[in-house]
């Protein structure tokens, strides 16, 4: 499976979790899910810088996972394909930990700073804040485009930051949307409906 499809396999999968689990969120007009993700992703920038002063790994591995399911869902509200998106930068790479560490590698990351990340979800979550406040305003701005390519732009972080730091962010994803689903009253009832065990 392409890097590509592996992606869109990813974004299916939270779109069918989101429609279950989230769906408060779903409901919302595709403007204020938009700003929703921005304020996870802001929120996010906190918590990374938080656990890198405090030196806490775990918690800074959960963050990255967190962070990468918004992208997801980033992507499904603005029809955004990722993979399609990110293209020839994967061709040849067989996983995303892989396509992570090329790009760990072509982005200007600098290893010895371990406030690379926490810049990066500033800027581009800084741009997405603004095309939404732009929006309010009606201003001359291309949003979708913009939007976009700021989320595809976090992501490309994600994964870099995932891929030198040789974590799989696909298990860790499967792993933390089960932990999400558990909490749900309604749990049991939307894995029989699926067919999945109970």
């Known amino acids: 499976m392409t890097i590509q499809e592996q ?3 990813l974004q299916w999968a939270q779109l069918k979790h989101d429609e279950d ?4 969120i779903v409901l919302l007009p595709p403007a204020s899910r938009v700003r929703h993700m921005a304020l996870h992703n802001t929120k996010y920038t906190g918590y990374l810088f938080d656990a890198v002063e405090t030196h806490d790994e775990i918690r800074f591995m ?3 996972t967190d962070a990468f399911i918004i992208t997801l869902a980033s992507a499904n509200t603005l029809n955004q394909d990722l993979g399609g998106e990110l293209g020839g930068e994967a061709d040849g790479a067989p996983t995303l930990l892989a396509f992570g560490r090329s790009l760990a590698d072509s982005l ?9 990340l926490v810049r990066q979800f500033a800027r581009h979550n800084g741009r997405l804040a603004k095309v939404c406040e732009s929006w309010d305003h009606l201003e001359p701005i291309p949003f979708a485009d913009t939007m976009k390519s700021c989320n595809a732009l976090i992501c490309k ?3 870099a930051e995932a891929g030198a730091r040789k ?3 696909v298990a860790a994803y ?3 949307i089960r932990e999400v689903e558990a909490r749900s009253i309604f749990d049991l009832k939307f894995r029989e409906d699926a067919g999945g065990e109970a």
Not at 21 to 24: A, E, G, I, N, Q
Not at 108 to 116: C, G, K, V
């Open 108 to 116: 200007p990351r600098d290893p010895s700073d371990p406030l690379w």
């Open 157 to 159: 972080a994600v994964l």
């Open 62 to 64: 959960k963050i990255l």
């Open 21 to 24: 689990y989230h769906k408060d």
């Open 7 to 9: 992606l869109l396999t």
């Open 167 to 169: 974590f799989d962010l």
């Open 174 to 176: 499967e792993t933390r």
